[in-house]
Protein backbone atom coordinates (compact mmCIF):
# COMPACT_ATOMS: atom_id res chain seq x y z
CA UNK A 1 0.00 0.00 0.00
CA UNK A 2 2.73 2.57 0.42
CA UNK A 3 4.23 2.16 -2.82
CA UNK A 4 0.43 2.87 -4.12
CA UNK A 5 -1.04 6.41 -5.49
CA UNK A 6 -4.07 6.48 -3.75
CA UNK A 7 -5.36 10.08 -4.72
CA UNK A 8 -3.99 13.23 -5.81
CA UNK A 9 -4.80 16.89 -5.15
CA UNK A 10 -4.25 18.90 -8.17
CA UNK A 11 -3.70 23.09 -6.84
CA UNK A 12 -4.01 25.09 -9.53
CA UNK A 13 -3.60 29.34 -9.12
CA UNK A 14 -3.49 31.45 -12.30
CA UNK A 15 -1.30 34.85 -12.56
CA UNK A 16 -3.56 37.39 -13.76
CA UNK A 17 -3.63 39.31 -9.80
CA UNK A 18 0.03 39.52 -10.66
CA UNK A 19 -0.01 41.05 -13.69
CA UNK A 20 -3.52 43.25 -12.92
CA UNK A 21 -0.41 44.34 -10.05
CA UNK A 22 2.35 44.63 -12.08
CA UNK A 23 0.01 46.83 -14.78
CA UNK A 24 -1.22 48.68 -12.01
CA UNK A 25 2.14 49.38 -10.79
CA UNK A 26 3.23 50.37 -14.32
CA UNK A 27 -0.03 52.79 -15.06
CA UNK A 28 1.04 54.72 -11.84
CA UNK A 29 4.77 54.77 -12.72
CA UNK A 30 4.01 56.25 -16.33
CA UNK A 31 1.57 58.75 -14.89
CA UNK A 32 3.76 60.08 -12.14
CA UNK A 33 6.65 60.21 -15.43
CA UNK A 34 4.15 61.79 -17.39
CA UNK A 35 3.06 64.52 -14.96
CA UNK A 36 6.79 64.97 -13.84
CA UNK A 37 7.11 65.59 -17.40
CA UNK A 38 4.33 68.02 -18.41
CA UNK A 39 5.23 69.89 -15.09
CA UNK A 40 9.11 69.93 -16.24
CA UNK A 41 8.45 71.33 -19.73
CA UNK A 42 5.62 73.76 -18.81
CA UNK A 43 8.15 75.04 -16.23
CA UNK A 44 10.71 74.90 -18.46
CA UNK A 45 8.76 76.59 -21.04
CA UNK A 46 7.12 79.58 -18.96
CA UNK A 47 11.14 79.88 -17.57
CA UNK A 48 12.45 80.24 -21.15
CA UNK A 49 9.25 82.39 -22.31
CA UNK A 50 10.07 85.03 -19.50
CA UNK A 51 14.22 84.83 -20.08
CA UNK A 52 13.33 85.57 -23.68
CA UNK A 53 10.92 88.31 -22.93
CA UNK A 54 13.43 90.07 -20.47
CA UNK A 55 16.25 89.61 -23.36
CA UNK A 56 13.97 91.14 -25.67
CA UNK A 57 12.98 93.52 -23.42
CA UNK A 58 16.88 94.83 -22.61
CA UNK A 59 17.18 94.46 -26.65
CA UNK A 60 14.67 97.36 -27.51
CA UNK A 61 15.71 99.31 -24.52
CA UNK A 62 19.43 99.35 -25.99
CA UNK A 63 18.22 99.86 -29.37
CA UNK A 64 16.02 102.81 -28.35
CA UNK A 65 18.28 104.70 -26.46
CA UNK A 66 20.69 104.93 -28.93
CA UNK A 67 19.46 106.65 -32.38
CA UNK A 68 20.96 106.36 -36.28
CA UNK A 69 23.63 108.82 -36.08
CA UNK A 70 25.18 107.08 -32.83
CA UNK A 71 23.70 109.73 -30.04
CA UNK A 72 22.58 108.22 -27.12
CA UNK A 73 19.08 109.48 -25.98
CA UNK A 74 18.35 107.53 -22.97
CA UNK A 75 19.17 104.44 -20.66
CA UNK A 76 17.43 101.35 -19.63
CA UNK A 77 15.73 100.53 -16.87
CA UNK A 78 18.30 98.56 -14.92
CA UNK A 79 16.40 95.19 -13.27
CA UNK A 80 16.34 94.47 -9.87
CA UNK A 81 16.45 91.03 -10.49
CA UNK A 82 19.27 89.22 -8.70
CA UNK A 83 20.07 87.02 -11.35
CA UNK A 84 22.95 87.14 -14.46
CA UNK A 85 20.29 89.04 -16.79
CA UNK A 86 19.46 91.25 -14.09
CA UNK A 87 23.45 91.99 -13.77
CA UNK A 88 23.72 92.55 -17.29
CA UNK A 89 20.70 95.29 -17.44
CA UNK A 90 22.19 97.20 -14.74
CA UNK A 91 25.51 97.10 -16.66
CA UNK A 92 24.18 98.12 -19.56
CA UNK A 93 22.07 101.07 -17.68
CA UNK A 94 25.64 102.05 -16.07
CA UNK A 95 27.59 102.15 -19.66
CA UNK A 96 24.84 104.20 -21.38
CA UNK A 97 24.29 106.78 -18.57
CA UNK A 98 28.57 107.20 -18.58
CA UNK A 99 28.19 107.64 -22.47
CA UNK A 100 25.48 109.69 -22.66
CA UNK A 101 27.05 112.00 -19.64
CA UNK A 102 30.26 112.18 -21.91
CA UNK A 103 28.66 112.93 -25.94
CA UNK A 104 26.94 115.70 -23.74
CA UNK A 105 30.13 117.02 -22.96
CA UNK A 106 31.29 116.60 -26.31
CA UNK A 107 28.39 118.36 -27.55
CA UNK A 108 28.98 121.14 -25.41
CA UNK A 109 32.68 121.70 -25.52
CA UNK A 110 32.74 123.68 -28.58
CA UNK A 111 30.16 126.13 -26.75
CA UNK A 112 32.47 126.28 -23.63
CA UNK A 113 35.41 126.45 -25.40
CA UNK A 114 33.87 129.57 -27.38
CA UNK A 115 32.93 131.22 -24.30
CA UNK A 116 36.17 131.05 -22.47
CA UNK A 117 38.69 131.51 -25.16
CA UNK A 118 36.46 135.00 -26.01
CA UNK A 119 37.86 137.02 -23.49
CA UNK A 120 42.45 136.33 -24.33
CA UNK A 121 40.80 136.67 -28.15
CA UNK A 122 39.13 140.50 -27.51
CA UNK A 123 42.87 141.16 -25.34
CA UNK A 124 44.69 140.19 -28.55
CA UNK A 125 42.47 142.10 -30.47
CA UNK A 126 42.47 144.83 -28.69
CA UNK A 127 46.24 145.27 -28.31
CA UNK A 128 46.72 144.63 -32.00
CA UNK A 129 44.20 147.65 -32.51
CA UNK A 130 46.63 149.53 -30.44
CA UNK A 131 49.36 148.35 -32.05
CA UNK A 132 47.46 149.73 -35.53
CA UNK A 133 47.58 153.29 -33.51
CA UNK A 134 51.59 153.15 -33.33
CA UNK A 135 54.08 154.31 -36.25
CA UNK A 136 55.49 150.94 -37.09
CA UNK A 137 58.22 149.61 -39.65
CA UNK A 138 57.00 148.09 -42.54
CA UNK A 139 58.47 144.47 -41.57
CA UNK A 140 56.76 144.77 -38.43
CA UNK A 141 53.19 145.85 -40.41
CA UNK A 142 53.45 142.59 -42.36
CA UNK A 143 53.60 140.37 -39.07
CA UNK A 144 50.54 142.56 -37.74
CA UNK A 145 48.41 141.91 -40.64
CA UNK A 146 49.26 138.39 -40.60
CA UNK A 147 47.95 138.36 -36.58
CA UNK A 148 44.92 140.23 -37.43
CA UNK A 149 44.16 137.36 -40.04
CA UNK A 150 44.93 134.46 -37.42
CA UNK A 151 42.53 136.73 -35.27
CA UNK A 152 39.60 136.96 -37.83
CA UNK A 153 39.72 133.26 -38.28
CA UNK A 154 39.36 132.33 -34.76
CA UNK A 155 36.85 134.82 -34.35
CA UNK A 156 35.40 132.82 -36.89
CA UNK A 157 35.50 129.39 -35.45
CA UNK A 158 34.42 130.45 -32.32
CA UNK A 159 31.21 131.92 -33.66
CA UNK A 160 30.10 128.30 -35.48
CA UNK A 161 31.36 126.76 -32.38
CA UNK A 162 28.94 128.68 -30.95
CA UNK A 163 26.34 128.24 -33.36
CA UNK A 164 25.19 124.70 -33.31
CA UNK A 165 25.60 125.46 -29.30
CA UNK A 166 22.74 128.37 -29.11
CA UNK A 167 20.81 126.03 -31.50
CA UNK A 168 20.19 123.55 -29.21
CA UNK A 169 19.01 125.98 -26.68
CA UNK A 170 16.44 127.71 -28.43
CA UNK A 171 14.88 124.86 -30.28
CA UNK A 172 12.60 123.92 -26.84
CA UNK A 173 11.21 127.42 -27.45
CA UNK A 174 10.66 127.91 -31.36
CA UNK A 175 7.03 128.35 -32.37
CA UNK A 176 5.33 125.73 -34.82
CA UNK A 177 3.47 126.39 -37.49
CA UNK A 178 2.22 124.38 -41.06
CA UNK A 179 3.85 125.71 -43.95
CA UNK A 180 5.04 124.70 -47.88
CA UNK A 181 8.03 123.13 -47.81
CA UNK A 182 8.54 124.09 -51.39
CA UNK A 183 7.98 128.10 -50.75
CA UNK A 184 10.81 127.89 -49.00
CA UNK A 185 13.17 125.88 -51.12
CA UNK A 186 12.07 128.29 -53.82
CA UNK A 187 12.56 131.79 -52.08
CA UNK A 188 15.92 130.09 -50.71
CA UNK A 189 17.22 129.16 -54.37
CA UNK A 190 16.99 132.63 -55.99
CA UNK A 191 19.28 133.89 -52.83
CA UNK A 192 22.04 130.78 -53.51
CA UNK A 193 21.56 131.51 -57.18
CA UNK A 194 23.06 135.72 -56.73
CA UNK A 195 25.74 134.14 -54.55
CA UNK A 196 26.89 131.56 -56.73
CA UNK A 197 27.32 132.78 -59.87
CA UNK A 198 29.61 130.04 -60.59
CA UNK A 199 27.68 127.03 -60.29
CA UNK A 200 24.11 125.80 -61.89
CA UNK A 201 21.95 125.54 -59.12
CA UNK A 202 18.53 124.19 -60.17
CA UNK A 203 15.29 123.48 -58.45
CA UNK A 204 12.89 120.13 -59.19
CA UNK A 205 9.75 119.57 -57.55
CA UNK A 206 6.95 117.11 -58.27
CA UNK A 207 3.42 117.32 -58.23
CA UNK A 208 2.67 119.16 -54.26
CA UNK A 209 2.19 120.67 -52.31
CA UNK A 210 4.51 119.83 -49.79
CA UNK A 211 3.17 120.58 -46.36
CA UNK A 212 5.49 120.30 -43.16
CA UNK A 213 4.97 120.97 -39.69
CA UNK A 214 7.79 123.28 -37.78
CA UNK A 215 10.01 126.30 -38.21
CA UNK A 216 9.96 128.06 -42.22
CA UNK A 217 13.37 129.84 -40.72
CA UNK A 218 15.27 126.73 -39.14
CA UNK A 219 14.29 125.30 -42.69
CA UNK A 220 15.83 128.11 -43.94
CA UNK A 221 18.83 127.81 -42.23
CA UNK A 222 19.18 124.03 -42.71
CA UNK A 223 19.20 125.31 -46.59
CA UNK A 224 21.64 127.15 -45.96
CA UNK A 225 24.16 124.71 -44.93
CA UNK A 226 23.19 122.09 -47.13
CA UNK A 227 23.64 124.71 -50.03
CA UNK A 228 27.20 125.36 -48.85
CA UNK A 229 28.34 122.27 -48.31
CA UNK A 230 26.90 121.23 -51.82
CA UNK A 231 29.12 124.42 -53.25
CA UNK A 232 32.28 123.42 -51.44
CA UNK A 233 32.42 119.42 -52.89
CA UNK A 234 31.32 120.76 -55.75
CA UNK A 235 33.61 121.87 -59.00
CA UNK A 236 32.97 124.98 -60.86
CA UNK A 237 30.49 125.58 -63.43
CA UNK A 238 28.68 122.02 -61.99
CA UNK A 239 24.94 121.90 -61.56
CA UNK A 240 23.98 121.56 -58.04
CA UNK A 241 19.90 120.11 -57.77
CA UNK A 242 17.73 120.77 -55.32
CA UNK A 243 15.00 117.98 -55.80
CA UNK A 244 11.70 117.43 -53.79
CA UNK A 245 9.19 114.21 -53.89
CA UNK A 246 6.08 114.33 -52.49
CA UNK A 247 5.60 110.05 -50.84
CA UNK A 248 2.70 108.72 -49.44
CA UNK A 249 3.28 109.48 -46.36
CA UNK A 250 6.42 111.34 -46.57
CA UNK A 251 8.41 114.50 -48.18
CA UNK A 252 11.67 114.07 -49.18
CA UNK A 253 13.83 116.96 -49.73
CA UNK A 254 16.94 116.14 -51.83
CA UNK A 255 20.24 118.23 -52.52
CA UNK A 256 22.79 116.56 -55.72
CA UNK A 257 25.71 117.77 -56.09
CA UNK A 258 28.74 117.03 -58.90
CA UNK A 259 32.09 116.23 -57.25
CA UNK A 260 34.39 113.49 -55.38
CA UNK A 261 32.15 110.60 -53.99
CA UNK A 262 32.18 109.93 -49.53
CA UNK A 263 34.96 107.92 -48.25
CA UNK A 264 34.52 104.30 -47.40
CA UNK A 265 32.73 104.52 -44.03
CA UNK A 266 31.93 108.32 -43.25
CA UNK A 267 28.42 108.38 -44.66
CA UNK A 268 27.14 107.06 -40.89
CA UNK A 269 28.72 109.81 -39.50
CA UNK A 270 28.99 112.58 -41.44
CA UNK A 271 26.06 114.13 -39.37
CA UNK A 272 27.68 113.80 -36.39
CA UNK A 273 29.38 117.17 -34.67
CA UNK A 274 32.97 118.19 -35.52
CA UNK A 275 32.97 115.90 -38.34
CA UNK A 276 34.82 116.72 -41.59
CA UNK A 277 35.79 115.03 -44.67
CA UNK A 278 37.82 117.86 -46.26
CA UNK A 279 40.99 117.55 -47.23
CA UNK A 280 44.26 118.37 -44.75
CA UNK A 281 45.53 121.74 -46.40
CA UNK A 282 45.10 125.18 -46.55
CA UNK A 283 41.63 126.53 -46.48
CA UNK A 284 40.46 130.18 -47.29
CA UNK A 285 37.93 129.60 -44.34
CA UNK A 286 38.20 127.55 -41.10
CA UNK A 287 35.59 124.25 -41.03
CA UNK A 288 35.14 122.62 -38.19
CA UNK A 289 32.48 119.62 -39.61
CA UNK A 290 29.63 121.17 -37.79
CA UNK A 291 27.41 122.28 -40.87
CA UNK A 292 25.82 118.54 -41.47
CA UNK A 293 25.47 118.61 -37.92
CA UNK A 294 23.08 121.58 -37.89
CA UNK A 295 21.36 120.16 -40.17
CA UNK A 296 20.54 116.99 -38.51
CA UNK A 297 19.68 119.15 -35.35
CA UNK A 298 17.31 121.09 -37.67
CA UNK A 299 15.94 117.81 -39.19
CA UNK A 300 15.45 116.37 -36.00
CA UNK A 301 13.52 119.02 -34.55
CA UNK A 302 11.40 118.55 -37.50
CA UNK A 303 10.84 114.77 -37.16
CA UNK A 304 13.09 114.23 -39.81
CA UNK A 305 15.94 112.33 -40.88
CA UNK A 306 19.21 112.68 -42.05
CA UNK A 307 21.34 110.99 -44.55
CA UNK A 308 23.94 110.93 -47.68
CA UNK A 309 24.85 108.16 -50.42
CA UNK A 310 27.21 108.59 -52.97
CA UNK A 311 25.35 108.34 -56.66
CA UNK A 312 24.90 105.26 -58.62
CA UNK A 313 27.78 106.90 -61.24
CA UNK A 314 29.76 107.65 -58.30
CA UNK A 315 29.87 111.59 -59.78
CA UNK A 316 28.88 113.14 -56.54
CA UNK A 317 26.61 112.82 -53.21
CA UNK A 318 23.40 112.92 -52.45
CA UNK A 319 22.22 114.64 -48.90
CA UNK A 320 18.59 113.57 -48.47
CA UNK A 321 16.17 114.78 -45.91
CA UNK A 322 12.79 112.87 -45.13
CA UNK A 323 10.10 115.02 -43.35
CA UNK A 324 6.44 113.31 -42.44
CA UNK A 325 4.24 114.13 -44.28
CA UNK A 326 1.85 117.23 -42.50
CA UNK A 327 -1.04 118.18 -43.44
CA UNK A 328 -2.91 121.28 -42.58
CA UNK A 329 -6.08 119.63 -40.78
CA UNK A 330 -7.20 123.44 -39.34
CA UNK A 331 -10.45 124.68 -40.38
Known sequence: ?????????????????????????????????????????????????????????????????????????????????????????????????????????????????????????????????????????????????????????????????????RLEQSLAAVEREHFDLAQVVRGCIEGYRLAHRDRNIVFDAGPGPFPVYGAPDLIAQMLDKLAANAVEFSVKDSTIRFELQRGALSVRLSVFNEGPPLPAGMRDRLFESMISVRKEQAQAEPHLGLGLYIVRLIAGFHGAHASARNLDDASGVEIRIEFSLQENTAS
Open 1 to 165: LEDKVVGAVLIEETTNDVLELRNRAFEKLFAALLVVYVGGTAALLIFATRLSLRIRRLRDETEKSIDPHGRVLGTVSGSDAGDELGDLSRSFADILRRLQQYTGYLETLAGRLSHELRTPVAVVRSSLDNLNQVELPDEARIYLHRAEEGLGRLTTIFTRMSEAT
